[in-house]
Every structure is written in C-alpha cells, then in structure tokens.
C-alpha cells in the first residue's frame, strides 16, 4: 500500500520552484535515458546581473549548460533589476539554481520540456540581422503555434516565392551547413524559396518532400509535426490570421513564425512549453525589428499566440503576463532606442464548462471547502492542482490554511499547513514518489502562496512501476482561525493531450455532487446558476496566458443562434497587489468560434495546399482578431485594447443573451477572412 510520508526534508525551505524539485526527484525509470544526462529546456530569471556575467559565474558547469545565440552581444551585456532568459542545462546545473540565494542571481526557474541533444547545437554562430525595407502600408504578422505548414499557399505569392521572411523550427534537427540556430532550424525566406523551387515538378509542389527537406517531419528519425496530418493547429490558425490567396499577391503582409515542438505541446501543462515560448517571443520580437519602410520607420506588427492554459494566479502577476508585458507592455524594454508599435492577440480559453476551477470564499460557498478530483485512467501525463492563497507581502507571510489530500482506495492522508518547507509526499510500495503536496511562496510581483499538489501519470507505454492511483483524490482545504477571508483559488492544470498528437493526457476534473452541470433542459449551463453555493466555478476560468494587461484576448460567439460558445471562458480576474482592481474583467472582444451548434468551429486552410478543414474555440477567434487589427494598426492612435473595443464598431455583430463584460467583453465582431469553399 502507498503510504503519505512528511519527514523533514532539508532541502524543501531552500527550493524555488517546487514542481521542478519534484520532476527532477523522479527515479530513472520515469525517463527515457539516465536523469543526469537529459537536457532540459530552463526558463530563468536573473536580477541585477547580465547574461555574461551569469554564463561566468555559472562556468564550472559549462559543460551542462547552452546559451542560445538568439541572445546577442546586446542581451548578454545588458544588467536589469530582472531578465528571463531561457537556456538549456543537465540536472546538476538546473538543482543548484533552484536552490533560494544561489550565487548566480537566479530568483525564478521553470522547468521546460525534455529536449533531445540531437536537437541543439553548441556550435551555432550568430548571425547579423540585416533590415528589410518594405512598402509604407506594411504590416508584419508574427505567428507563434504548433505545426506550421509553411509551404501552404495562403502563404506564398508564387509558385516558389513565399511571404514568410523568418521560420523557426524548433524540432528539426540542425542544419550542419548552415548553423545559425542553438536548437532545431532557422529558415529565411531565401531557404524557404530555395526548398520550393527544389520541390516542384512540372509546377506542382510535392510538400511531403518539402516538409522532409525543411527538417519538420522525418519520421525514421522520430522527428513528428502535426503537418503530416490532414489538420494542423498552427496552419489553421496562421491562415486565419495571416493567409491570402495565392494569386493576390500580397506584398504588404510578410510574415514571421515560430513553430513549437510537438513534443512539448503534447504536455498541455504549459509547465514544459513556457520557456521555448519565451525563447521563440525573444526570436521574432528580433526579426520583426528587421522591417523598415521606405520612409525610415519600423514596420508595426500584430502577433497571434493561440494557446491558453488555466494555471497561475490569475491576477496578471503570472509568468505568461509577466512575459507579455516584459515583450509589448507600456514599459517594454526595447533592443533600440527606437520604439515599434506591437500589439498582441489571445484566446480567452475554452474551460468555462470543463470543470477546472474551485475557490474557497465565504461570499461564494463555505469558507472551507472540500474537493473531489478526478483522476481518470489511461493518463500518461502528471495532473497538478494549484491553491493560491491570496495576497501577502513577503516579509509577512500568513498561514493561511491547512490542506489535506487523500489518495483513492486507502484512509492515508497527507497534511501540510501554508508555511515555507511544509511538504508532504505519497510513496509506493517501492518507496519512490507518485505524488506530492508542497507549499512555496512566490514573490515578485505576484506575492502569493502556492501548494501545489502534483500526481504522477495513471498509465505509461514503457517499464515503470511509479504510477499514481486513478479515482478520486479528494482536497480539504481548511481555513486557520484568523486568517484573512480572501478568497483561496484552485486551478486543475489544463493536461488532456491536444488533437491530432495521439493519446497522451486525460484531464482531470473536480466532481462535486453540488456542482449544477445542465439547466431544466439538459443543455450545458454556461453560467454558475445565482443560487449556487457550490464551490466549483465556471466564473473565473478565463486563461491564465490572457490575464495580463496588454494583450486583446478574444472569445468566441457561435453564429448561427449569435451566442457565446459554451465553452468560451469568462472573468473575472483575481485582485493583485498592483492595485485595488484589477485591469480587466474578461475578454475584451469576441470573435467567431463555431458556425453553429452543429456545424462547430469555422473554415481555414488544412496542412496541404487547396485543402480546408474546421476547428472551433477561442483558439480561432483569436487570428480572426489579429486579421483585422492587422489592417488597423497602422492608422490607430489607439493601443491594441481599446481599439479591439472600437473594433465591435468598424465589424459590429449583435450577440444575443446580454452576455457580461466578463464573458463577451465590449461585444461581437465579424471580421472577414478569405473565401471560403
């Protein structure tokens, strides 16, 4: 029988990061080589210390760390009270700087995905970024997603001639010819023409071949884009945000993208993708200076990121905010003295009926809550519930709660109370860890305390014997006498496997018996009932990515019977230490999502030339948004934000139901795309 085990532990008041301590905790058998020889991807941040002066404090483990060179001679000089950096390291480095006062200024990690050697390239050499003039009407799109058709033709004016001027490809293995990228492929537009024309016969592109030759699928070697499927999120997305016929020959819109590795995008947790997205935000915000009109300025952009997740705490402080912000808020820090007008476009999510957030308010429910967590079968990624308590300064902590968790099929439990170092951890039979329930305080700007309550996969295809328990795991969260009664939020990490990467995660759910699923009718509510008091909430489930204060985040209509889509996530956000209220209370716009309740999601381009497929969510609305901002931005004295709002009256569609500000934001758009078959 699994036995909870809370002996002293010396290293958990020292640790920074909680869930890295505990993925790099797990035994060899958990991982597909020895532990101390993976390399993983890192995002850190530095205070008051330059890229340099780390890599030089760091170099006893030179040997177990990469900087990539997207990082040029400037980023590395530069000091900043606070810098992320994304790297890649061993396991020796990564557990030295988890550790809090470390010697190299290190005050946060997340640990990454698990990044193949094959895939990096310490030998790489920067590479100057020379300016591209373009026309006075030019508007650069900034695409980051997973598997990017790049070939596809909404994205070229001729037959070998494409709009897109920068390609990363992060799971290629690199180019030894032409080495200008410290993990996977770097194409400009040249390498891309060049692919085309040496893929074309007798005027027909063979894109197979082409997407073999640019590095993106090559199956012998393990190597998997969703591109080598009928639909791909990334293209469908880019072609609504960005695609034009062929024959339009659209000089205006040029077009740089970033995609992911499906390896990092099949764990949703958002854990292992956050530093690859910061490094591939680093890399486009650097290409996207490169465009420079006729009459000397810089070319403005519009980016679409169409990924959301539920973590963080909701309040714009988390690590997605604070890498929006760092890249296009007011005070972004800028690689010249020169500003470039940016704006950025999000999902609001698609968890308002998912079941995937909980709070412990005494105005809601009562003040101590219990929860029940399912955990389903057949999951092969870990689940992981985030408590945040609320504010509280540092030098003022407040045990807030204790918390207890129960295991499925046995009376054991653990218990931790919200104190720095409490932990308590579920052993099997073999003594090695399936789950794990941790308090950490995470400062900066979020101020707050976190448990984090992490299980292990229910399921794996290889040998390994440290699975957790599927069932009910079962939360209590008790108030302390005292304690403030703020409101005490739970979040169920989004983990179920995106479609099109083959079965991988099964999210997990809170399953309490008072939670109201369908109206008298049997349809999904899409609204908590006013006379509900159970402590599960669709309220609040708008994406932890969109909580931020600049990006426009985007929910999605279904248009036919012209209401919200059930699944589009509302607000609002949670109170922050910035300020008395917070900076939105949901979306701000809504675009369309489904065509109707039948005929769900809406056209673009499938992963091949000609074809056309549906997808639905906000993750669709999004590009939509960006299209349109795309030919506004130019002329708008306004920032991103408020002209989304205006924007419900240049494309106005009337939504019916009177949705909130915090489901629907400042209303409907129709924004028109390409023609449809």
Not at 22 to 39: A, H, K, Q, V, Y
Not at 345 to 356: D, F, H, I, S
Not at 554 to 570: F, H, I, N, P, W
Not at 586 to 607: C, E, F, I, W
Request: aromatic share 8%; proline share 6%; charged share 20%.
């Amino acid at each position: 029988m699994s036995i909870w085990t809370s002996e002293y532990d010396p290293d958990a008041s020292e640790i920074i990061d909680q869930t890295t301590y505990f993925r790099l905790s797990l035994g060899d058998s958990n991982f597909p080589i020895e532990l101390t020889e993976i390399w993983w991807s890192v995002l850190i941040v530095l205070e008051d210390i330059s890229i340099d002066q780390f890599e030089e404090a760091a170099s006893k483990y030179a040997q177990d760390m990469l900087i990539p060179i997207a990082y040029d001679a400037a980023d590395r000089a530069r000091v900043m009270p606070t810098q992320p950096v994304t790297i890649y390291a061993r396991k020796k480095l990564i557990k030295k700087l988890n550790k809090q006062g470390n010697p190299y200024h290190v005050s946060s990690v997340v640990l990454g995905a698990i990044t193949p050697e094959r895939f990096l390239n310490h030998d790489a050499e920067s590479l100057l970024l020379e300016d591209l003039q373009v026309d006075d009407d030019t508007v650069v799109q900034a695409v980051i997603d997973d598997g990017i058709a790049i070939a596809h033709d909404l994205f070229r004016t001729g037959a070998t001639s494409s709009r897109i001027h920068h390609a990363r490809i992060f799971e290629a293995e690199p180019d030894v010819a032409k080495s200008h990228s410290s993990v996977g492929r770097s194409l400009d537009k040249a390498d891309i023409d060049a692919l085309l024309a040496e893929c074309t016969f007798n005027g027909f592109l063979d894109e197979d071949l082409f997407y073999t030759k640019s590095g993106q699928v090559d199956l012998a070697q393990h190597v998997f884009s969703s591109v080598a499927l009928r639909q791909s999120h990334g293209t469908h997305v880019m072609a609504l945000a960005a695609g034009h016929a062929m024959t339009e020959k659209c000089d205006n819109r040029p077009i740089i993208c970033a995609a992911l590795p499906s390896r990092a995008v099949k764990d949703t947790t958002g854990v292992e993708l956050l530093p690859t997205v910061y490094l591939a935000f680093h890399i486009l915000v650097k290409q996207a200076r490169r465009f420079r009109t006729k009459c000397g300025t810089l070319a403005p952009v519009v980016f679409n990121f169409s990924y959301g997740n539920n973590g963080g705490p909701h309040d714009g402080t988390g690590v997605y905010a604070a890498m929006f912000d760092h890249y296009f808020g007011e005070n972004a820090e800028t690689y010249d003295v020169e500003k470039q007008k940016v704006w950025l476009t999000l999902p609001a999510g698609n968890a308002n009926l998912r079941r995937l957030h909980a709070v412990a308010d005494p105005k809601v429910s009562n003040g101590d809550v219990s929860l029940d967590v399912t955990v389903l079968p057949d999951d092969r990624t870990p689940t992981q519930v985030q408590i945040w308590m609320p504010v509280c300064p540092v030098n003022h902590q407040i045990d807030f709660a204790k918390i207890t968790v129960s295991a499925p099929f046995g009376d054991q439990h653990g218990t931790i109370n919200t104190k720095i170092g409490q932990q308590v951890s579920l052993l099997n039979t073999n003594g090695k860890r399936v789950a794990r329930l941790a308090y950490e305080y995470v400062g900066g700007a979020t101020q707050r305390g976190l448990v984090t309550l992490t299980i292990n996969p229910t399921s794996n295809l290889e040998k390994t014997r440290d699975l957790a328990a599927a069932g009910v795991w079962n939360l209590q969260i008790c108030r302390n006498d005292g304690a403030p009664l703020d409101p005490i939020n739970i979040w169920i990490r989004r983990d179920e496997t995106i479609p099109g990467l083959g079965p991988g995660g099964r999210q997990a759910y809170f399953s309490n018996s008072d939670y109201v699923r369908f109206g008298p009718f049997g349809e999904p509510l899409a609204v908590d009932p006013a006379d509900s008091d159970s402590p599960v909430r669709r309220a609040g489930t708008i994406s932890g990515f969109g909580s931020g204060k600049s990006p426009i985040v985007v929910a999605a209509y279904t248009e036919k019977d012209a209401l919200m889509s059930g699944y589009s996530a509302a607000g609002p956000l949670n109170l922050s230490v910035n300020s008395p209220d917070p900076h939105r209370v949901g979306p701000d716009v809504t675009a369309k999502g489904d065509d109707s309740p039948v005929l769900r999601g809406v056209y673009s381009a499938g992963s091949r030339s000609g074809s056309w497929v549906r997808m639905n969510g906000t993750s669709v609305a999004s590009p939509q948004v960006a299209r349109g901002a795309a030919d506004h931005i130019k002329g708008s004295p306004l920032d991103g934000r408020a002209w989304a709002r205006e924007a419900t009256l240049i494309y106005p569609f009337e939504l019916n139901g009177d949705p909130t500000p915090s489901r629907a934001g400042a209303g409907g758009v129709d924004i028109p795309t390409f023609e449809k078959p």
